[in-house]
C-alpha cells in the first residue's frame, strides 16, 4: 500500500550578536538611527533572501527545504516526499529538454523565435481538465526569449500618474515571471500548479524573534532568528521544468 508523501521539518536560526557598547553608543535622544532595530531588520532581510534562494535548490544542504530542483527535477524523477517516482511513476513531474524535445524531432535550440515551440508541449502535457499551470518563473535568459518573442502581442497602459509601462506577461492563463535572486538555474522555467504547492511554515517560527539571551561571561546580548517549514507538492506529475 501507498502512503502519503512527508516532508519533514527543516529549521534554520540565525543568532545576532549585540555588544553593550554598540547599543549604549547607539542610544539616547541624539541617536542617528535605532542601532538594534536596524541590525535586526537587516538580519531579517537576508535571511529571506537566504529562503528565496533555497526555494530553487535541491535540497540537499543541512537544514535546507525541499528546493524546485527537487520537486520538479531536471530528470523527472528522485524521491520526493519518501516516494520513489523510479517505482512509482506516477510521482515523476514533466520534463521539457530543447536537447529531446517532448514532441519528438530533433533538438531545438532556444531563442525568441523557437521558445514557445518549447512551451507549448509542455503546456499541454501539465494540463488536465481545469488543471493547468498557474505560475511560470523562468531564468533570465529565457524570459528574455520570451519577452522578445512578444514585442509585438505587448500592450501599455498608464497609471495614475501618467506614466507608461507594462503591467505583466502572461503564457495563456499563467503569470510569468523571472526571479533574479540567483537560485534558478539558467536556462530553466518551472511551469507550476501552484494548487498543488505549498510552503509550509510553523506559526511560531516564521521568521520570528525570540527573547533576547544575555551572555554571563560579556558585555553583550545575543538575538535568534528562527524559521521551521518546507517546500512540499501533492501532485508532481502536474508540475514541470523546460530546460536547454
Given at each position: 500500500m501507498?502512503?502519503?508523501a512527508e516532508f519533514?521539518?527543516?529549521?534554520?536560526?540565525?543568532?545576532?550578536?549585540?555588544?553593550?557598547?554598540?547599543?549604549?553608543?547607539?542610544?539616547?535622544?541624539?541617536?542617528?538611527i535605532n542601532f538594534v532595530k536596524a541590525k535586526v531588520k537587516n538580519a531579517q532581510h537576508s535571511f529571506a533572501n537566504g529562503l528565496s534562494t533555497d526555494l530553487y535548490s535541491d535540497g540537499t544542504a543541512a537544514n535546507q527545504i525541499n528546493g524546485l530542483q527537487s520537486l520538479v527535477a531536471d530528470a523527472g524523477t528522485g524521491t520526493v516526499g519518501?516516494?520513489?517516482?523510479?517505482?512509482?511513476?506516477?510521482?515523476?513531474?514533466?520534463?521539457q529538454s530543447a536537447a529531446a524535445p517532448l514532441q519528438g524531432g530533433s533538438a531545438i535550440t532556444p531563442s525568441a523565435t523557437t521558445i514557445e515551440s518549447l512551451m507549448l508541449p509542455?503546456?499541454?502535457?501539465?494540463?488536465?481538465?481545469?488543471?493547468?499551470?498557474?505560475?511560470i518563473v523562468m531564468s533570465d535568459d529565457y524570459f528574455t526569449m520570451y519577452e522578445q518573442s512578444q514585442t509585438s502581442l505587448k500592450r501599455y497602459t498608464s497609471d495614475e500618474t501618467g506614466k507608461g509601462g507594462m503591467?505583466?506577461?502572461?503564457?495563456?492563463?499563467a503569470d510569468v515571471f523571472f526571479d533574479s535572486s540567483g537560485g534558478i538555474p539558467s536556462a530553466h522555467a518551472y511551469f507550476l500548479n501552484t494548487k498543488y504547492l505549498d510552503l509550509?511554515?510553523?506559526?511560531?517560527?516564521?521568521?520570528?524573534?525570540?527573547?533576547?539571551?544575555?551572555s554571563i561571561n560579556q558585555d553583550a546580548l545575543v538575538k535568534?532568528?528562527?524559521?521551521?517549514?518546507?517546500?512540499?507538492?501533492?501532485?508532481?506529475?502536474?508540475?514541470?521544468?523546460?530546460?536547454?
Open positions: 501507498l502512503s502519503a519533514p521539518w527543516r529549521q534554520v536560526a540565525v543568532n545576532l550578536a549585540v555588544s553593550g557598547l554598540e547599543m549604549r553608543t547607539n542610544s539616547g535622544e541624539n541617536r542617528i519518501g516516494i520513489n517516482s523510479s517505482t512509482y511513476s506516477f510521482w515523476q513531474n514533466a520534463v509542455l503546456w499541454i502535457r501539465l494540463t488536465r481538465g481545469m488543471d493547468t499551470p498557474d505560475l503591467i505583466s506577461m502572461k503564457y495563456k492563463t509550509v511554515v510553523h506559526q511560531d517560527a516564521n521568521i520570528t524573534m525570540l527573547d533576547d539571551v544575555e535568534t532568528i528562527i524559521w521551521q517549514g518546507n517546500l512540499a507538492v501533492a501532485n508532481r506529475s502536474l508540475q514541470g521544468v523546460m530546460k536547454a
